[in-house]
């Protein structure tokens, strides 16, 4: 999904919103700039990307830009067939021409989708499924991050009901045809804000207390690690992971954060760069012999928390958080 402006509040759609905490937390963000994915490409092993996707299908939601853009252009270089999932038809069918031209991959899809509107979403898995015989990988880069708190035609949250229930509902509706699927795998791109946040079981919505948009989006995040989790659990043939690129240049950073966008756009990643390791995820025989369900920087397993850090939660609570998201899932299910 584009990075853009809309009313009545300010929203940025994007990838992941661009890897770390915001810059005024209590984090370094040197971890996550340019220079530190350099230091850590020198241990990268080229032939981990040097293959052939040619018969693999892959999915790709917020593809039209940045780090989704990136992404799918990688793959579809390696003659990957992609589904492009945006929520802006001119500058989908304008970004997968750019991508057919530089490739020479026809196999380019788009589909038109906004995963804050629920209903379609489970709509959309739902045709997908009946439409096509195989999905080989998911990866759930689309996301936003709003400036205040709004609600969607159903009622729900726009940035909960788009970066959690759209990724869960997308998800939960494409794993019958994954597992199905020679070597299935789903990526999800979350964010180091999530170190910073410890999963929430109630008020999923953000309708008590004040909104921080920054904050709300870091919740998210964690979510979509514990969701990770979970699903690695329970499905044992599909390699699940999550990753965060880092900061990365892109026009979310510019727009939310101008001043810290002028003072650190010299060290902030490309977008290649901040999409190298859900790239890696996606097609690497070496990730697939990682854990599934674990958290990845710059190709490496890294901790989901800090060390000594306030943010584990329980199984109980896990299990919980899950019970709640498919509760609230099947009341958007078609019949």
């Not at 490409?41 to 693999?56: I, N, P, Y």
């Not at 997908?128 to 880069?141: D, E, G």
């Not at 979310?252 to 995820?281: C, I, Y």
């Not at 901790?303 to 584990?312: D, E, G």
């Amino acid at each position: 999904m584009e990075r853009g402006l809309m009313s009545p509040s300010t929203t940025l759609w994007s990838g992941a919103v661009d890897g770390c905490p915001p810059p005024d937390c209590c984090l370094s963000i040197c971890v996550c700039c340019r220079s530190a994915f350099l230091s850590a490409a020198k241990h990268f092993v080229e032939k981990d990307l040097e293959v052939s996707m040619a018969g693999r299908v892959f999915m790709i939601t917020g593809a039209n830009s940045g780090i989704g853009r990136a992404t799918a252009m990688a793959i579809a270089k390696r003659g990957g067939t992609v589904h492009m999932v945006c929520r802006n038809k001119d500058k989908a069918e304008e970004a997968r021409a750019d991508i057919v031209k530089e490739s020479g991959n026809k196999e380019i899809y788009v589909h038109i989708l906004d995963l804050s509107e629920t209903r379609k979403v489970w709509e959309f898995a739902e045709a997908f499924k009946r439409k096509y015989k195989a999905l080989n990988v998911l990866i759930n880069n689309a996301g936003c991050i709003m400036s205040e708190r709004d609600v969607n035609a159903e009622g729900l949250e726009k940035s909960f009901a788009s970066n959690v229930m759209g990724v869960y509902i997308l998800t939960r509706g494409l794993i019958p045809l994954l597992e199905k699927s020679a070597e299935p795998r789903v990526i999800t791109v979350s964010s180091g804000g999530m170190l910073v946040q410890k999963l929430r079981t109630g008020n999923l919505q953000t309708e008590i207390g004040r909104y921080d948009g920054t904050m709300v989006y870091a919740q998210h995040k964690r979510q979509q690690v514990v969701m990770t989790e979970q699903w690695a659990k329970t499905h044992s043939n599909i390699h699940f992971s999550v990753m965060h690129p880092g900061w990365v240049d892109t026009p979310a950073v510019a727009n939310a954060m101008p001043d810290f966008h002028q003072s650190m756009k010299d060290s902030l990643r490309t977008p290649e760069q901040g999409a190298d390791t859900a790239v890696w995820l996606a097609i690497s025989e070496a990730a697939a012999t990682k854990p599934s369900g674990s958290f990845f920087q710059d190709r490496r397993m890294v901790s989901a928390h800090l060390p000594l850090a306030w943010t584990h939660s329980s199984q109980l609570e896990q299990q919980k958080f899950m019970s709640v998201m498919e509760d609230l899932a099947k009341t958007f299910q078609p019949h």
